[in-house]
């Protein structure tokens, strides 16, 4: 027998965006019972807490959320959803001022006593609020004290989701978890469910996400049947650490670096960006950069660890120093001097523009399931701005909290389905003290991020895609009939074996969506389809299907601003 326990809201994730709809369902009503999982531990695990750069929200003149809207936009080859996306814009001043106010933030000022905001790149102004270039960190430790505090939330640590919880008419009722400490598996019954676990492309090669995250918010709702958006947009940062032999490879230099005048030097000592982006540099967009970064690499004109370097040390050592505390003692401890010296970098895998389709109230197809953050797509549609991400996290984690609260008022609780939830269980359970099969689950692992970087990674081809497709099939074939030792309790080779589960079912939805994107847009690009398709803009829709994923297109729906034709100007219609 699952042992069962009963919630109002339950709330899958606690990046900034569970957290921040923690606080705002638990503050919405006392009487209101709040539970949050967490596969790791609560205010230190996912990505919010690696969060370098900052915050972006617009705060004062001449500076304007026209301006932040037409920037997000533009970075996003405008298929981004518009109503998302203004959400995000509207909502984040009122935000910024409630993580300080409300929650004890303190983000850095200018000698006046105002908000420090600095330049980013792809943005009109400098927009970025920030705590020295470590944000998370501050971000993080503050709203995991405001959760800590609150009577009624619970936090279930180092619990893991495991399948989404229906009744019996298909509605969203909680969830089956994995308490990673002692393996026994329980349910939580709840009168809404927010997914909020953070995407997370850890199926490529070269991460700088948090290796806790498998995209097992992707794969829960793929599994429940909810339709995915533009997952073929993942977004590969280019400036993560290349230490060779070391596990940080991949780990990132923060955009900062290039909005403060950071250049970049191929390994000929040339300033390459002038040849792909000559009006923007380094401030070009992140995918511009990270692709002309991974060309001169490819082409043959990296360094000599393959890399391209980043160099700050003309705006001083002392500047550097003050303002990048952070990645100056990052690259120290691999014996590089980031203030004096050029520093080796390479693309990354970052984050994940694409996921569940949802409204600016944060519902899902499902009703009682919402999803908030990385978890979720159209906010950013092909390309991400940074310091949009904390951005959403937190805006939308709150507005779920806010909605939630709303939608469980009066609402019974539904009844969970045990026999559904035991055999989800069991199936779940099969690999541990099951022969292995001769397959080695860290070798298909290694596979399948090498797979995915080679052939779904920065540069694309249709050939490539399809035998991807056929690679990853496999995989996870081979994958799910594998065996581990050792009994349920804290066993790292059966949570390993759940992440590779999550992590080949989000990998195909990548792969379908990416096959089905004809043309190159923003992260996506296609070597066979190199041009930017000028047709009607489309958005990749995709969803589990019976045997490969069912994917089809939607159009783009200009409900804010349209993109300037060559003399038409933008028009950007804000009203509520
Ligand atoms: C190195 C780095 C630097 C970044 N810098 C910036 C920046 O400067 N500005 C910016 O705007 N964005 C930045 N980002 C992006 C930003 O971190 C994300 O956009 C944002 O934090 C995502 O928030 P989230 O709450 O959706 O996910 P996360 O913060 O990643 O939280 C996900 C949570 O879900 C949990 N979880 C995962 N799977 C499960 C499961 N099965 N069961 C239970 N819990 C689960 C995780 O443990 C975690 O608690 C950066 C990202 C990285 C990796």
């Known amino acids: 027998m699952i042992e069962v326990l009963e919630t109002d809201v339950l709330i899958l994730g606690a990046g900034g965006a569970g957290l921040c709809a923690a606080l705002h369902a638990a503050d919405a009503s006392p009487r209101l019972a709040v539970t949050v999982v967490v596969k790791g531990l609560l205010g230190r695990a996912g990505c919010t807490r690696m ?7 617009v705060l004062t003149p001449p500076d304007s959320l026209e301006a932040h809207l037409l920037d997000t936009l533009a970075g996003g080859g405008w298929i981004n959803d518009q109503e998302l996306a203004w959400t995000l814009v509207r909502e984040a001043p009122r935000c910024v001022l409630e993580l300080e106010s409300r929650y004890g933030c303190f983000f850095d000022r200018r000698p006046d006593g105002r908000v420090h905001q600095k330049p980013f790149a792809g943005q009109t102004h400098d927009r970025t609020v920030h705590k020295g270039d470590l944000t998370g960190i501050e971000i993080m430790n503050r709203l995991a004290e405001q959760v800590l505090v609150r009577a009624n939330v619970r936090a279930l640590e180092e619990c893991r989701a495991v399948e989404l919880a229906r009744d019996a008419d298909g509605r969203a009722a909680g969830a089956l978890l994995l308490d990673v400490r002692t393996g026994r598996f329980l349910a939580v019954r709840a009168r809404a469910t927010l997914l909020a676990m ?27 049947g909810l339709p995915l958006r533009d997952m073929e947009m993942i977004q590969f940062h280019p400036t993560g650490l290349v230490v060779p032999g070391s596990l940080m490879t991949g780990a990132l230099l923060e955009e900062g670096l290039r909005g403060a005048g950071g250049r970049l030097v191929n390994g000929r000592g040339e300033r390459f960006m002038a040849r792909y982006d000559p009006g923007r540099l380094e401030r070009s967009t992140r995918d511009l950069v990270a692709r002309a970064s991974f060309l001169e690499i490819t082409e043959g004109r990296g360094t000599p660890s393959g890399g391209v370097w980043i160099d700050v040390s003309h705006l001083g050592a002392t500047t550097v120093e003050r303002d990048f505390r952070g990645m100056v003692k990052r690259c120290r401890d691999f014996g590089r001097d980031l203030a004096r010296e050029p520093v080796e970098v390479a693309p990354t895998t970052h984050f994940m523009m694409g996921g569940v389709v949802v409204d600016p109230a944060c519902h ?7 999803a908030a953050g990385e978890d979720t797509g159209g906010v950013h549609g092909a390309n991400r701005l940074g310091g949009n ?22 609402r019974p609780a539904p009844r969970l389905e045990p026999a559904a939830l035991e055999a989800a269980a069991r199936a779940l359970a099969a690999p541990l003290g099951r022969p292995g099969g001769g397959a080695d689950l860290y070798a298909l692992w290694r596979e399948l ?16 895609l399809a035998a991807a497709a056929r690679d990853v099939d496999r995989l996870q074939a081979l994958g799910g009939a594998v065996g581990v030792a050792g009994g349920p309790a804290f066993n790292v080779a059966w949570q390993d074996w759940l992440n590779f589960g999550s992590q080949t079912t989000a990998a195909r939805l990548i792969i379908a969506s990416a096959l089905a994107r004809r043309e190159s847009r923003g992260a996506h690009y296609r070597k066979d389809f190199p041009a930017t398709d000028r047709g009607p803009l489309y958005s990749v829709r995709v969803r589990a299907g019976d045997g490969a994923p069912v994917v089809w297109t939607e159009p783009v729906a200009l409900t804010r601003a349209r993109p300037s034709g060559p003399t038409a100007p933008v028009t950007v219609e804000t009203g509520d």
Do not use: H
Not at 201 to 224: H, N
């Open 389 to 410: 991400g904390v951005a959403e996290s937190t805006v939308f984690g709150g507005i779920a909290g806010d909605v939630m609260a709303e939608f469980v008022a009066g």
């Open 198 to 224: 953070g995407g997370g492309p850890t199926m490529y090669k070269v991460i700088a996400c948090s290796a806790d995250k498998a995209a097992d918010g992707i794969a829960l709702a793929c599994r429940a």
């Open 449 to 464: 991020r090498e797979v995915m970087w080679d052939r779904a990674g920065l540069v694309r081809d249709g050939a490539g």
């Open 51 to 57: 969060v370098q750069g900052g915050y972006n929200a």
């Open 364 to 370: 899902t197809a499902l009703e009682g399931l919402f």
